[in-house]
T-cell receptor
């Protein structure tokens, strides 16, 4: 079955810096790659997703890139703000949606 | 519009006691998911329903866990008897259509503590 590895597990940046989180997946049949943000005491919330026929997608300060050959995808957050502090999960879907273990992002002002 | 509603938000029980969690999905979403989230981990799928049918329950520990979605709308997840290792957050999510290209919307979760 699908296996998703996510790095780093923790990431600390200064406000205004960029943050990058990377994920790899194992199932070459996976075709959908969402990213979720989870704040304390809340459920995960979708922030951006990408499908296998697209290499890059951008939405304001966040972007996701996908390299199907290498089976990895990344989340890029530019001009980070304190409210970006949360746990971020990548996921990949082949027959089921499988999540990575999460990255705790801390943005200090 | 209300999102995915879960209750209770918090539950503390003694081991060997039963517990039940309830989920009401977004109106019109025919696919419902129960996920388990252990501390510091990503969500793990327990069961997926399409309408009333459980189409993927391969990760549900059937000796103590059960779920139902009788009318294809809300759902209940039950644990009987609970064990210490069941302490976790139980997340419900819903989406429309079939399991293909759909966006999952999660509820806030039910946090279970087993003493």
């Amino acid at each position: 079955g699908e296996n998703v590895e996510q790095h780093p597990s923790t990431l600390s940046v200064q406000e205004g810096d960029s943050a990058v989180i990377k994920c790899t997946y194992s199932d070459s049949a996976s075709n959908y790659f969402p990213w979720y943000k989870q704040e304390l005491g809340k459920g995960p919330q979708l922030i951006i997703d990408i499908r296998s026929n697209v290499g890059e997608k951008k939405d304001q300060r966040i972007a996701v890139t996908l390299n199907k050959t290498a089976k990895h995808f990344s989340l890029h957050i530019t001009e980070t703000q304190p409210e970006d502090s949360a746990v971020y999960f990548c996921a990949a879907r082949g027959t089921a949606l499988i999540f990575g273990k999460g990255t705790t992002l801390s943005v200090s002002s | 519009e209300a999102g995915v509603v879960q209750s209770p938000r918090y539950k503390i029980i003694e081991k060997k006691q039963p517990v039940a969690f309830w989920c009401n999905p977004i109106s019109g979403h025919n696919t419902l998911y129960w996920y388990l989230q252990n501390l510091g981990q990503g969500p793990e799928l327990l069961i997926r329903y399409e309408n009333e049918e459980a189409v993927d329950d391969s990760q549900l520990p059937k000796d103590r866990f059960s779920a139902e979605r009788l009318k294809g709308v809300d759902s209940t997840l039950k644990i009987q008897p609970a064990e210490l290792g069941d302490s976790a957050v139980y997340l419900c999510a819903s989406s429309w259509g079939h399991s293909g290209a759909n966006v999952l919307t999660f509820g806030a979760g039910s946090r279970l503590t087993v003493l």
